[in-house]
């Protein structure tokens, strides 16, 4: 790829991604060497590395691999900073690659260097799986197989399988560890019956010592592709060999799938990855958070910031970090503190298409229910502290749960003016640190209107 073609590559590339992130994200992009298969472009802030590596990384790819197929990889790097190397340089991931390269035609997918234990937070939602993944990564005698982890998208269920993949390297070297997705392995064995090369293909796989693979509901109703995984699957199972498969649901709700898949799934011990809870989605933005902070020590973050975002985005991690890169990214251009108005602004498209359709209506029943109290009361003008703390309550949980504006919240509560409910929401967030039982009737608060 030269130059001149990375030049329209990018006016290819405008039209995909439109104006606006084209100005922010694509244009600064200047291709800087390529080497060994990598593509390196220049970036002004690791900030923007990072954040066009995620959103636009496998659109650039797509489109660089149109004029260069040899490109395998982009990569984004602020000049000068030469710690900032392809994964595949660092001596940190170099263990792993000689198990998970053995073999030149194994068609291994690569692990992703951030998909480790050490990076999964642990909560109610996931601690079964991650107990199971940490078990089968020990590396001890094999004892359910195959592990089937399953669970809606964005929960975590390839980070644990990379996880896995990534101890079991460093601990035993020497095994063949094998990553790849269904798709991935219905691609390779199509290819293999087209050249005739099914003999190969089988011995290929024969030889593995654990194979993962992810997303298996892929091969539902693609009846050849089933066969051979059921072969191979035997044949490890009865070799001793470890197996590690994950879905987005339970094996026996995989329409289209043979019922002797679904059982031969069973056997083994099946696990499933539930929705988060708010604690989780904390626990994950804290630990984002610091590692932002090692990547960019100026950065201020306001109080209440991550609850926000922890209260306001349920969908799914993946969303949910998408969200902070950008926080991160906007904030590290604008060189602003991260405050709360900060982050409603650049992030609405995310916040209105993941809102919960909580209502101020129900906010008030539940809280009057809770302090028992009666709603005319929460919302009437008596100003006594047994009716006015729930009101208090009830605004802060409306300023956080809903999108509703500040006047528009003072409207709902008897004709408010929006500087009252201001201070009721600021004195309820001081409360929430220095009393504890406002703390808890909160949490418990946003359980009940959450479920
Ligand atoms: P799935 O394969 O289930 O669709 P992923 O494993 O790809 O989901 O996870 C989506 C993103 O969320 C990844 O970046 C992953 O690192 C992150 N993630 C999910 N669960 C956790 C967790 N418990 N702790 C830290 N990061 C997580
Ligand atoms: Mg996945």
């Given amino acids: ?13 405008l039209k995909s991604v439109g104006k606006s992130n084209f100005k922010s994200w694509i244009e600064p992009l200047e291709l800087s060497h390529l080497e060994e298969g990598v593509a390196t472009f220049a970036v002004p802030t690791s900030f923007v590395g990072n954040y066009v590596s995620q959103k636009y990384g496998d659109q650039i790819l797509y489109h660089v691999q149109s004029v260069s197929p040899e490109i395998r990889r982009v990569h984004f790097q602020v000049p000068g900073n030469q710690a900032r190397r392809p994964a595949q340089a660092r001596p940190a991931a170099a263990p792993a690659e000689p198990a998970i390269r053995r073999d030149p035609m194994m068609p291994a997918a690569p692990l992703d260097k951030r998909f480790t234990f050490d990076t999964f937070v642990v909560g109610k939602p996931n601690e079964l799986a991650h107990a199971a993944a940490k078990r089968v990564a020990s590396g001890g005698p094999v004892t359910f197989n195959p592990l089937f982890l399953y669970g809606g998208v964005g929960l975590g269920k390839t980070h644990l399988m990379h996880a896995i993949a990534w101890e079991l390297s460093e601990r035993q070297p020497e095994l063949n ?10 691609y390779r064995f199509v290819q293999a019956l087209r ?11 024969r030889a593995v010592d654990v194979l993962m693979v992810d997303d298996v509901q892929f091969i539902a109703g693609k009846e050849s592709t089933q ?11 009865d070799g001793g060999k470890q197996i590690i498969i994950s879905a987005d649901r339970a094996p026996g709700e995989i329409e289209n799938l043979e019922e002797r898949i679904k059982s031969r799934l069973q056997c083994g011990l099946v696990v499933d990855l539930h929705p988060t809870n708010y604690e989780l989605r904390l626990g994950i933005l ?5 590692y932002y902070r090692t990547q960019y020590p100026g950065l201020q973050l306001a109080d209440g910031v991550l609850e926000f975002l922890a209260m306001r985005i349920t969908k799914n991690v993946r969303v949910l970090e998408g969200a902070l890169t950008r926080l991160f990214a906007f904030a590290s251009l604008v060189g602003h503190e991260i405050t709360l108005e900060l982050t ?21 029943r539940q809280v009057s229910d809770h302090f028992n109290i009666r709603l005319s009361d929460l919302i009437g003008p008596k100003r006594v502290r047994v009716f006015a703390r729930p009101r208090q309550v009830a605004m802060y949980l409306a300023k956080q749960m809903t999108s509703r504006s500040l ?7 008897g004709g408010r ?7 009721g929401v600021r004195r309820i967030d001081e409360l929430r640190v220095t009393d504890s039982q406002i703390a808890e009737d909160l949490e418990l608060l946003r359980r009940t209107l959450e479920a």
């Avoid at 003999?199 to 796989?205: E, L, Q, T, V």
């Avoid at 066969?227 to 199972?237: I, K, M, R, S, Y």
């Fill in 1 to 13: 790829m030269t130059q001149d073609q990375w030049g329209r590559l990018k006016q290819d590339l």
């Fill in 177 to 186: 560890v094998v990553y790849l997705s269904a798709e991935q392995f219905m």
């Fill in 195 to 205: 050249e005739r090369k099914m003999m190969d293909f089988k011995s290929m796989f």
């Fill in 227 to 237: 066969e051979e995984f059921f072969h191979t699957f035997n044949a490890l199972v």
């Fill in 286 to 290: 804290q630990s984002k958070v610091e």
């Fill in 344 to 364: 409603q602004d650049c992030l609405a498209d995310v916040l209105r298409s993941s809102e919960r359709q909580v209502t101020i209506e129900e906010i008030q």
């Fill in 407 to 413: 006047p528009e919240i003072g409207r709902r509560f």
């Fill in 417 to 423: 003016d929006h500087t009252t409910v201001m201070h």
